[in-house]
Each structure stands twice: as structure tokens, then as C-alpha cells.
């Protein structure tokens, strides 16, 4: 079983050169399934949740070539619609297929993600939009069944909540159709606005009519393009953790700064400095941290997917703080870890209260997600003596290089087979 051990204590140095976005490569992989000609993405991350969407679109009929962190995808003469449980349950995004599938082909047998370690992650919204424009979608056995059941050339819907997922699948059933459909109260991530702009350079035709509403008038075809994934505003939040919780002032490559403005104003609170290099690269120049009360909410607010990386922060601000997790129901199971290493938390319902310390032990933690594992990674960067992180797969789902990109700044981390 593979490990990550860390030695705290070492200061960094130099830079990191930020990867392409996980979740804006999901969706725009999925949405590849739309586009019979070929399409070469760039500056895809090559981790182990692209893999699998990559295994998955194999099987449903795309070739695809992996060169680097280029993608070069091809359609071939095979019609599948069918995503299996093997190939979709350890990649929540696999429900991503299911608009494509059935915008071409008008039936789809998609496995349901199945919940995972910070919630339940339904997916009745994504169902609720297809069924709204014209898809009878029926929960058989672990599959969401699908099929074509009458068009409507004309379609309004609200979202009852603010769904990342649920927006992408309600854009790419609705791109390439002859319908116009009009959609309110949508996610406005940059990885949405990411798959907006492949799917419009592509020939969609997608366009905002206020903040949170779009309207998308069907087109009959989409061409081949090539197309550059968006920077990880995450993996690059991470690493300003990393940099501010050893005290290191590192620079950060590869990033889009407006991206980060709604994180980075976050960090200005708890007494980060920042140097803005260009419009893609910036220096942090540790603080003394100070303590902030905060709750995550969808873009532009601060993102939930930050919240465990902030928290493992947030034990070395002076007095205490307190983080209020509102999108997911279970997204503190980073707490048992960091408390076995000396962090004082409590958790009142969705309500974690950090008390300021100014060490933390190293210990054997266990990962259980992608964003709870990274936190206990910077815990142990600054934890005095070993740190020893059992189930780094769920590391491995979502940060490319994550150990080499640390060692190469210093860090003492390495990866054992134990
Ligand atoms: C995306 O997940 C991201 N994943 C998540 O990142 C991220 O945490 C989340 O958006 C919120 O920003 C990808 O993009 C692949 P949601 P998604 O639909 O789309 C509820 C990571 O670490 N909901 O915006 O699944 C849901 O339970 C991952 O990279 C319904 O109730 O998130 C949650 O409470 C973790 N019904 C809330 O909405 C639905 O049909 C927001 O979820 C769909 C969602």
C-alpha cells in the first residue's frame, strides 16, 4: 500500500508551475462526446480521475491518444451508450456522459456515482433538467436509464439549488439539439465558464443574459477543435497554503489570478502579502496569521474545495476561527486527522472552531478525499518530526505531481511502498 511520509519542519523555495484544471478537463472530456471530429486538448492534468474518463469515453467510442498533457481524441465507428459501475464508481464526474449520450444518441445506461466520503452527492437535479427537455429517465439497479420521450423546441428552467454538475449537464444536453433553452440560477465556477467557452469555439451558442442565467440555442453540429485547459485555481490555493503554513515565500506559475482573486482575497484577511508577477504568475509573502470567521459558498465566494486546506492553515493564526462548510454535509472527516496531530478543532454540526496553536506532532492519518488528504500533506510539512499519510489514491485522483512538485521546493516528502 502506498504512503506518503514527510519530515516537518523545512522551509521552502522557488516556484511551482501550476497544472491544467481537473474539473474543467472532466466536463470538456465529456463534452468531446458531442464532436465526431478530432479534438486535441492541451494542458490537461494528467491524474487519475482524467484516466478514468479517459477509459470511460474508450468505451462509449472515443480514441485517444495521451501525449504528455495533450490529448488528442478521435471518434471511432462505435456507438455505445452504456457507462458501467467499474469504470464510473471511483470518478463522481462520470454522470457527465449521460447529456452527451443522449443528445447523440438518444438513450443513455449510466451508472449512478454512488456517494462518497464528504456526502451523499445525489444526482436528482441533473435528472430533473433532462426530464424538463424532454428525456424519460428511470433508476434501475444502479443506473440512471435514459431515453428520448418528446421535444420541446422551447425550454425554461430554475435551478431549485446552485450545482456545478447539474449546469454542465444542463449545457450539454442542450448545445448541440434544436432547442433554445433558457437556464437560471446556474453555477458560474470557472470550470463551467471553461466548458462555455470550448463548447462556443467548438460552434455551440451559449450565451449569458444576466449573472446567474444563459440561454442555449441548439446548433446541429460542433467542429473539431484544439482547445487549452484553464489553470487549477485549487491546486494553485493549495500551494499558497503551503507556502504560508512553512512560511516560505514561493512563487506560483502557470495560474489565472482572476481566478484566484475570490481565494486570494481570503488570504489578504488572515495577513498574506502577495507580489503579482504578470497576469499568471505570483509571489506570497508569508505573515503573522491572523484568525477569520468563514463559511464556503458557491463562486464567487470562497470554494468549499479549499475549505480543509484553509482549515490546516488556520491552526497556526493567533486566536480562533471558525469555518462554516455549506455546500457538502460531511466534508470535516480532515478534523479526526489533524486532531490526532494536536490541532485543537470542535465541530458543531456543519460548524468547525479552530483554536490557534503553534505546533503540531507528526502521526500516521489517514486520507479519505481529495481535499482532506492535501490538507493533512501541508499539515505535515510544518508538523514536527514524521508524518506518515496512509490511502494516497484519493491524492492521486486530483494533484498531478504533487510530491515531486513539493520536493523540488525542499520539502522532505517521499512515497513509500509499506
Ligand atoms: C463539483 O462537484 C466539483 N467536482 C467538486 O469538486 C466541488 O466540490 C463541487 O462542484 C462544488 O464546487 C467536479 O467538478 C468534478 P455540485 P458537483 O453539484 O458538481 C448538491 C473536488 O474535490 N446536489 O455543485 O458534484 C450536492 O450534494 C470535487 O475536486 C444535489 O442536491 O457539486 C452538493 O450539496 C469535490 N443534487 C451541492 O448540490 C444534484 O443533482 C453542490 O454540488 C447535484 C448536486
Given at each position: 500500500m502506498k504512503k506518503i511520509v514527510i519530515e516537518g519542519g523545512t522551509k521552502l523555495r522557488g516556484s511551482i508551475d501550476i497544472s491544467g484544471s481537473k474539473n474543467s478537463s472532466l466536463p470538456i472530456l465529456a463534452a468531446t462526446l458531442l464532436i465526431d471530429e478530432k479534438i486535441t486538448l492541451t494542458n490537461v492534468p494528467i491524474v487519475k480521475d482524467i484516466l478514468t474518463m479517459i477509459n470511460l469515453l474508450e468505451t462509449l467510442g472515443k480514441k485517444i491518444k495521451i501525449k504528455k498533457n495533450k490529448l488528442e481524441i478521435s471518434s471511432t465507428n462505435?456507438?455505445?451508450?452504456?457507462?458501467?459501475?467499474?469504470?464510473?464508481?471511483?470518478?463522481?464526474?462520470?454522470?457527465?456522459?449521460?447529456?452527451?449520450?443522449?443528445?447523440?444518441?438518444?438513450?443513455?445506461?449510466?451508472?449512478?456515482?454512488?456517494?462518497?466520503?464528504?456526502?451523499?452527492?445525489?444526482?436528482?437535479?441533473?435528472?430533473?433538467?433532462?426530464?424538463?427537455?424532454?428525456?424519460?429517465?428511470?433508476?434501475?439497479?444502479?443506473?440512471?436509464?435514459?431515453?428520448?420521450?418528446?421535444?420541446?423546441?422551447?425550454?425554461?428552467?430554475?435551478?431549485?439549488?446552485?450545482?456545478?454538475?447539474?449546469?454542465?449537464?444542463?449545457?450539454?444536453?442542450?448545445?448541440?439539439?434544436?432547442?433554445?433553452?433558457?437556464?437560471?440560477?446556474?453555477?458560474?465556477?470557472?470550470?463551467?465558464?471553461?466548458?462555455?467557452?470550448?463548447?462556443?469555439?467548438?460552434?455551440?451558442?451559449?450565451?449569458?443574459?444576466?449573472?446567474?442565467?444563459?440561454?442555449?440555442?441548439?446548433?446541429?453540429?460542433?467542429?473539431?477543435?484544439?482547445?487549452?485547459?484553464?489553470?487549477?485555481?485549487?491546486?494553485?490555493?493549495?500551494?499558497?497554503?503551503?507556502?504560508?503554513?512553512?512560511?516560505?515565500?514561493?512563487?506560483?506559475?502557470?495560474?489565472?489570478?482572476?481566478?484566484?482573486?475570490?481565494?486570494?482575497?481570503?488570504?489578504?484577511?488572515?495577513?498574506?502579502?502577495?507580489?503579482?508577477?504578470?497576469?499568471?504568475?505570483?509571489?506570497?509573502?508569508?505573515?503573522?496569521?491572523?484568525?477569520?470567521?468563514?463559511?464556503?459558498?458557491?463562486?464567487?465566494?470562497?470554494?468549499?474545495?479549499?475549505?480543509?486546506?484553509?482549515?490546516?492553515l488556520l491552526i497556526f493564526a493567533e486566536g480562533s476561527s471558525e469555518i462554516r462548510e455549506d455546500i457538502f454535509e460531511n466534508r470535516f472527516l480532515h478534523v479526526l486527522e489533524l486532531q490526532r496531530m494536536g490541532a485543537v478543532i470542535e465541530i458543531k454540526n456543519n460548524k468547525a472552531k479552530i483554536t490557534g496553536t503553534s505546533l503540531l506532532s507528526g502521526a500516521q492519518v489517514m486520507a479519505t478525499d481529495l481535499r482532506a488528504s492535501v490538507c493533512l500533506v501541508l499539515a505535515g510539512l510544518v508538523a514536527k518530526g514524521k508524518t506518515t499519510i496512509n490511502r494516497i489514491y484519493h491524492l492521486e485522483r486530483g494533484y498531478e505531481n504533487l510530491v515531486i512538485k513539493l520536493k523540488k521546493c525542499g520539502a522532505k516528502i517521499r512515497i513509500i511502498n509499506a
Open positions: 462505435k456507438k455505445n451508450y452504456f457507462a458501467k459501475y467499474e469504470l464510473v464508481k471511483t470518478m463522481r464526474a462520470g454522470i457527465l456522459v449521460i447529456g452527451p449520450l443522449l443528445a447523440k444518441l438518444n438513450q443513455a445506461k449510466v451508472s449512478l456515482p454512488g456517494g462518497c466520503a464528504i456526502g451523499a452527492r445525489p444526482v436528482d437535479i441533473h435528472l430533473d433538467i433532462l426530464s424538463k427537455v424532454g428525456y424519460e429517465n428511470k433508476v434501475l439497479k444502479g443506473y440512471v436509464v435514459s431515453k428520448k420521450k418528446f421535444s420541446k423546441n422551447k425550454v425554461s428552467y430554475l435551478f431549485k439549488k446552485i450545482s456545478v454538475g447539474a449546469t454542465e449537464t444542463a449545457i450539454l444536453i442542450s448545445c448541440l439539439s434544436n432547442k433554445k433553452v433558457i437556464l437560471r440560477n446556474i453555477a458560474i465556477e470557472p470550470e463551467v465558464i471553461d466548458l462555455i467557452n470550448f463548447l462556443n469555439q467548438a460552434g455551440a451558442n451559449i450565451r449569458f443574459l444576466r449573472k446567474r442565467s444563459l440561454v442555449v440555442n441548439g446548433v446541429k453540429n460542433l467542429k473539431g477543435i484544439e482547445y487549452k485547459i484553464m489553470p487549477d485555481r485549487i491546486e494553485a490555493g493549495t500551494y499558497i497554503v503551503a507556502s504560508a503554513i512553512t512560511k516560505s515565500p514561493l512563487i506560483l506559475n502557470n495560474i489565472s489570478i482572476d481566478h484566484l482573486k475570490n481565494i486570494i482575497v481570503v488570504f489578504k484577511k488572515i495577513g498574506l502579502k502577495f507580489k503579482f508577477i504578470s497576469n499568471s504568475s505570483l509571489k506570497i509573502l508569508p505573515n503573522k496569521l491572523k484568525s477569520i470567521k468563514i463559511k464556503t459558498v458557491p463562486y464567487p465566494g470562497f470554494p468549499t474545495d479549499m475549505q480543509a486546506q484553509l482549515m490546516s
